[in-house]
């Protein structure tokens, strides 16, 4: 795998925890939405990627249509 912002190799593969909610005032009563997936991050730029899995993408697409 390379890097697609700096074209590096030197790539790590951690787990990660991320809490998803929305910025708007109107969300704020809302349950964040909490995703464990791998992520990719380049060690020489520092650019991070991970892919939301789709159960957690519908529970975010509600919650962005409920603010």
Do not use: F, H, W
């Not at 697609?4 to 030197?10: H, K, Q």
């Not at 464990?36 to 520092?46: A, F, K, N, P, T």
């Amino acid at each position: 795998m390379t890097c697609r912002v700096c074209g590096s190799e030197n790539q790590l593969i951690l787990r990660g925890e991320l809490t998803a909610s929305s910025s708007s005032l109107s969300a704020a009563k809302l349950v964040p939405i909490y995703v464990c997936q791998d992520i990719q991050v380049c060690e020489d730029c520092g650019s991070v990627e991970l892919k939301v899995p789709v159960s957690k993408l519908r529970a975010l697409k509600r919650a962005a249509a409920s603010s």
